[in-house]
């Protein structure tokens, strides 16, 4: 495995474990619990890697692993 290859897998990692925190914060066991400061930190985290994944491999391979994932299904 290339090193990008790594980079990407590695962001495509971040984005669905940040955003499921987020969500989880917002509508899981613990709603109203959690901090508007930790979502919006995790909410940024998942943007930041998410503009990186499209640095890396261009928007249109990107966009749709970025929904993919934050719609909870596998990308392809």
């Known amino acids: 495995m ?7 897998a590695t962001l495509i990692a971040c984005i669905e474990a940040e955003y499921n925190a987020a969500m989880q914060g917002l509508y899981g066991y613990a709603s109203g619990t959690a901090r508007h400061e930790i979502i919006s930190a995790r909410m940024e985290r998942t943007q930041n890697a998410s503009a990186r994944l499209i640095e890396i491999i261009g928007k249109d391979a990107a966009l749709p692993i970025i929904v993919a994932v934050m719609d909870g299904s596998t990308p392809s």
């Open 2 to 8: 290339s090193a990008q290859q790594s980079e990407v």
